[in-house]
């Protein structure tokens, strides 16, 4: 009688504490997944070496080597105030290109994009989380660059919401044609396709050196890419005080459309 009485006892307790402890499986909320998501991929940029040489480190020792050394002729009575735009849009290439398409390449290589791509988190809201990831640090890396550029004797010109959709739409074509690499190429050949194009494109952009000291044939073709119209913007506006550039908005606007476009196409998982 005691026994049946502790037992009917004992499932009555567990009748009124069903559901207390037990655990409730699903998926966290979709906002959820995507923080955490952009947390992580942004931890993992942050403690890669190689990504900070190429985000950070590099980006600062050309703007301090050539404002304070004679080494090319600029054409601005301050050389600072033609190397700042150039350098901010040579720091969001190398995080939303070269190092996004490293870092994307060699995860999809060892497997780990095929494990995330059959997690809770769909497909659109991992890139979404890389996408935000690449933002992140390139506000870190503009807020490092610009302190340097004011210790230098930077004085922009213009408005600071004239540089935005500049930054946005540079990081959109940039984003695009790193996804692209790293979704159709081998991860060995992503890493070395990517540093070479970020080297051309430091050479020949506008970064460092105008794109008038090129010969007009060349000056035609380079002026057209991705780096050159974010360069040329970014110093209409920050040291000529212009609006918005729209003919640079209109090249970068085509080249997020293609590459953002050819990666959702092209993109391989595995």
């Known amino acids: 009688m005691s026994t049946s009485t502790s037992g009917t006892s004992a499932r009555g307790a567990c009748a009124r504490g069903a559901g207390t ?31 900070l040489l190429l985000t950070v480190i590099i980006p600062s020792l050309l703007l301090v080597l050539f404002s304070t050394v004679d080494i090319i002729d600029t054409g601005a009575d301050r050389a600072v105030d033609f190397l700042a735009p150039g350098v901010l849009a040579l720091a969001v290439m190398s995080t939303a290109f070269t190092g996004q398409a490293i870092a994307t390449g060699f995860e999809r290589r060892y497997g780990v994009l095929k494990r995330l791509a059959v997690s809770p988190l769909p497909r659109w809201a991992l890139m979404t989380a890389k996408t935000l990831s690449v933002l992140v640090t390139e506000v870190l890396q503009i807020v490092l660059l610009t302190v340097i550029a004011f210790a230098l004797g930077w ?47 430091l050479v020949g952009g506008g970064v460092i050196v105008p794109l008038d000291e090129f010969p007009d044939a060349a000056r035609s073709v380079l002026g057209l ?46």
Do not use: C
Request: glycine letters at 12%; a negative charge; aromatic letters at 8%.
């Open 225 to 270: 890419l991705p780096i050159s119209a974010l360069s040329d913007g970014l110093r209409e506006v920050l040291q000529h005080g212009a609006a918005l550039p729209w003919g640079d908005l209109g090249t970068l606007a085509v080249w997020a459309a293609l590459g953002l476009g050819a990666a959702g196409a092209f993109f391989r998982w595995e």
């Open 155 to 201: 004085s922009p010109e213009g408005s600071p919401f004239a540089v935005l959709p500049l930054l946005v739409l540079g990081t959109a074509a940039f984003s695009g044609l790193g996804l692209l690499m790293a979704g159709t190429l081998r991860a060995e050949a992503t890493l070395a396709a990517a540093n070479l194009v970020f080297l051309l494109l």
């Open 21 to 51: 402890y037990a655990p409730a499986p699903g998926a966290a909320p979709l906002a959820r997944m995507i923080a955490a998501q952009t947390a992580f991929e942004t931890k993992l940029l942050l403690r890669n070496g190689e990504q």
